[in-house]
């Protein structure tokens, strides 16, 4: 299944560009020697801290996101099923419409089993960002309470990316459940602040 993305809303990057702080990350979380390295060094040559910016692809420069964040998707499932469970009971006696899913279980860890996204890097067409991003987070501490700022690196809405969307061969997971997913995922958003409707999106299949 390969879907074309487009942002709706912009959407924010996630990596911390302190060196240090986004290498010992690395240092921890990365089980690729190569691509530990290559990281590290896109890291070493950020100039500004304090900004949350996008990850760059080692060879080419350009903007990208993770699978991950694609995949991460899989939260969407668990906020449907409970969304169906609290359906009334004259909801439940109605016939469901044709291809629609009624019961999930379990979809997060039917997730991580049984879908794979491709590419591992999904590139967004682009090697600089859009702008900066910039809000006052309220935080409290054991001081009482403080404000802080948060800045991101931003790509702009109408920004479109591709991806492939597999799941294996005898999962229990339906190609219904998956458009649902997306369908929920698109209006919760990708990367940073999105309860503030950041990172929204639109989908299509493409093939």
């Not at 911390?16 to 979380?29: C, L």
């Amino acid at each position: 299944m390969k879907v074309k993305i487009t942002l709706t809303n912009e959407m924010l990057g996630t990596k911390s560009d302190d060196p240090e702080v986004f290498g010992t990350y690395i240092a921890s979380k990365c089980e690729d020697d190569d691509l530990r390295k290559q990281e590290l060094q896109v890291a070493e040559n950020i100039e500004k801290r304090g900004t949350s910016v996008f990850h760059r692809h080692p060879e080419t420069g350009e903007l990208i996101i993770w699978d991950y964040m694609v995949k991460g998707s899989k939260a969407a499932g668990d906020s449907i099923r409970v969304a169906s469970n609290n359906k009334k009971a004259s909801d439940d006696e109605e016939k469901p419409k044709p291809g629609r899913t009624k019961k999930w279980g379990s979809i997060k860890s039917k997730i991580d089993q049984f879908v794979r996204v491709r590419p591992r890097m999904i590139p967004l067409g682009k090697t600089d960002p859009d702008g900066v991003c910039e809000r006052s987070l309220r935080v409290n501490t054991a001081q009482g309470p403080r404000v802080t700022v948060a800045r991101s690196e931003v790509v702009n809405e109408k920004t479109s990316f591709e991806v492939e969307i597999d799941v294996y061969s005898g999962a229990p997971i339906t190609e219904d459940m998956l458009t649902q997913i997306l369908d929920f995922g698109g209006w919760t958003g990708l990367g940073q602040w999105r309860n503030a409707g950041k990172g929204q999106f639109t989908w299509e299949e493409i093939a």
